[in-house]
């Protein structure tokens, strides 16, 4: 059987994205499936003299065991501006295979490249991924949208979203819809609330300049958050193709809006103050290294969502997520309602729940039963699986569907403004100053009573 081949060619490779998510993961993936892969790196500073070093660190970070010289054909870096199409021609050229142009560039130098791509022959079957954000509103995405379907198919296109290659996400489908006890139950006539939560005790790890510009709830809730809710909240598919999924996926966020229409009660920011996080202490988010503080900025982002489809209706979603939070919580909950109270047993059942933790992969399901002790007394008893990470990572399985040219786990253009169409009116509440910009302390559990419960 032939080997599928291609030369990926990182555009803004320079880029900590590249070394510490896009190399590792392709490493993974060639540690498990063998692929003919040519790597260029390419970006405006002159990176040529150390972009093996990069590579082989980069290789090493997936701690798979691998070396750059037994999976890749080869690789090198071209210092080069990819805004001119001069430039773009001579660094398709260099593509021994089929070329794969990944966009590890800001929005805006993405549509630049885009229009000097529409001077440039493709070469047949060249392939498009690009990196989140995608654009920076809902404008700005449509734009986009409509200059890449001038260069490929919307099929050779692929919007990135790794939270897509995450096992556990994708394990959301598989546990919903191959266990009648769950499925049955996985609608509002049982469901209280969904949170979908994902607080890291990372701060900016250096990625200051990007992540001002973004703030939480674009960084995170915008494309992360919001697909994995499309996930939780999507109907039974008839088929798992990447036509199936995607129609439904969308189908999904077309009914999604933000909790009452009110973005100012339906959405909560705040950022950190200096504190200490495990052993490092932070300083506040405004010294930190490329951010500017006449920004506001949010390090935490809360938006509360509905879901008006017959399955949903009246289920809020709560999506959050922080950075500096005093513990790392990554999880999907679904919190069942309470049962009715069981005459003649001490204690009210409490709401059951089931937690699926998306980066250790546990899942766990708490229940009301009887406890150890009187056989008559109510407790809460967790039930958990082992943890379960994976064995790909999560660029590695999105790079995947790239190479074998399955857009299965990428985000379709509508999709993508579809999240943008969700949160503009809490973008816009927040530009206004309508909801206020609160804090909490590195290393805290972020402000009081926010309404997510903890664990
Ligand atoms: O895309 C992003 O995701 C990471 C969290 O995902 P992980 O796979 O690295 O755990 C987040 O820290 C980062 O701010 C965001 O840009």
């Known amino acids: 059987m032939t080997k599928t081949s291609a030369s990926i060619l990182?555009?803004?490779a320079g880029g900590d994205l590249t070394k510490r998510l896009l190399l590792p993961g392709l490493a993974s993936l060639l540690t498990r499936r063998e692929y003919d892969v040519q790597v260029i790196g390419a970006g405006l500073d002159d990176r040529s003299d150390v972009w093996d070093e990069i590579v082989r660190t980069s290789f090493e970070a997936a701690d798979v065991g691998a070396d750059p010289d037994a999976l890749l054909d080869s690789t090198e870096y071209?210092?080069?501006?990819?805004?001119?199409?001069?430039?773009?021609?001579?660094?398709?050229?260099?593509?021994?295979?089929?070329?794969?142009?990944?966009?590890?560039?800001?929005?805006?130098?993405?549509?630049?490249?885009?229009?000097?791509?529409?001077?440039?022959?493709?070469?047949?079957?060249?392939?498009?991924?690009?990196?989140?954000?995608?654009?920076?509103?809902?404008?700005?995405?449509?734009?986009?949208?409509?200059?890449?379907?001038?260069?490929?198919?919307?099929?050779?296109?692929?919007?990135?979203?790794?939270?897509l290659g995450m096992s556990m996400v994708l394990n959301v489908?598989?546990?919903?819809?191959?266990?009648?006890?769950?499925?049955?139950?996985?609608?509002?006539?049982?469901?209280?609330?969904?949170?979908?939560?994902?607080?890291?005790?990372?701060?900016l790890e250096g990625r200051g300049g990007y992540y001002d510009s973004a703030g939480a709830l674009v960084d995170m809730l915008q494309s992360h958050l919001l697909e994995v809710l499309s996930l939780v909240a999507l109907e039974p598919l008839p088929r798992l193709d990447q036509a199936e999924l995607r129609s439904n996926i969308a189908q999904v966020l077309r009914s999604t809006r933000v909790w009452d229409d009110d973005p100012v009660a339906a959405s909560k920011r705040a950022r950190y103050t200096a504190g200490r996080v495990g052993e490092r202490d932070l300083p506040s988010y405004v010294d930190e290294e490329g951010v500017d503080p006449a920004r506001e900025t949010e390090t935490l982002a809360q938006i509360t969502c509905a879901v008006d489809t017959p399955r949903w209706r009246g289920v809020p979603f709560v999506l959050r997520s922080g950075k500096a939070i005093s513990a790392d919580r990554t999880t999907v909950t679904v919190r069942f309602k309470p049962a009715p109270e069981i005459p003649g047993f001490i204690g009210e059942p409490k709401s059951d729940s089931i937690v699926l933790d998306l980066l250790s992969g546990e899942v766990a399901l708490d229940l009301?039963?009887?406890?150890?002790?009187?056989?008559?007394?109510?407790?809460?008893?967790?039930?958990?699986?082992?943890?379960?990470?994976?064995?790909?990572?999560?660029?590695?399985?999105?790079?995947?569907?790239?190479l074998d040219g399955d857009p299965l786990l990428s985000v379709r253009g509508d999709i993508a403004e579809e999240c943008w169409r969700i949160v503009a009116p809490v973008l816009d509440a927040w530009r206004d100053g309508l909801v206020p910009l609160e804090e909490y302390a590195a290393g805290s559990a972020g402000p009081d009573g926010w309404g997510t419960a903890a664990g």
Not at 103 to 132: H, I, M, N, Q, Y
Request: some cysteine.
């Open 173 to 203: 489908l598989g546990l919903r819809f191959a266990n009648r006890v769950l499925e049955g139950a996985w609608r509002a006539e049982h469901v209280e609330r969904v949170e979908i939560v994902f607080d890291e005790t990372l701060a």
């Open 368 to 402: 009301s039963m009887n406890g150890s002790g009187d056989p008559f007394t109510l407790e809460q008893t967790r039930l958990s699986t082992d943890k379960a990470p994976g064995d790909l990572l999560p660029y590695g399985q999105v790079l995947e569907g790239i």
């Open 78 to 163: 071209i210092p080069a501006d990819a805004t001119s199409a001069e430039v773009l021609k001579r660094l398709l050229d260099a593509c021994a295979h089929t070329p794969v142009i990944y966009f590890a560039l800001p929005p805006a130098v993405s549509a630049k490249v885009c229009e000097a791509l529409r001077e440039v022959e493709l070469p047949e079957g060249t392939r498009l991924a690009l990196e989140k954000p995608f654009g920076t509103d809902l404008e700005s995405a449509r734009r986009l949208n409509r200059l890449l379907t001038l260069l490929v198919p919307e099929e050779q296109i692929f919007r990135i979203d790794h939270f």
């Open 10 to 12: 990182i555009l803004g």
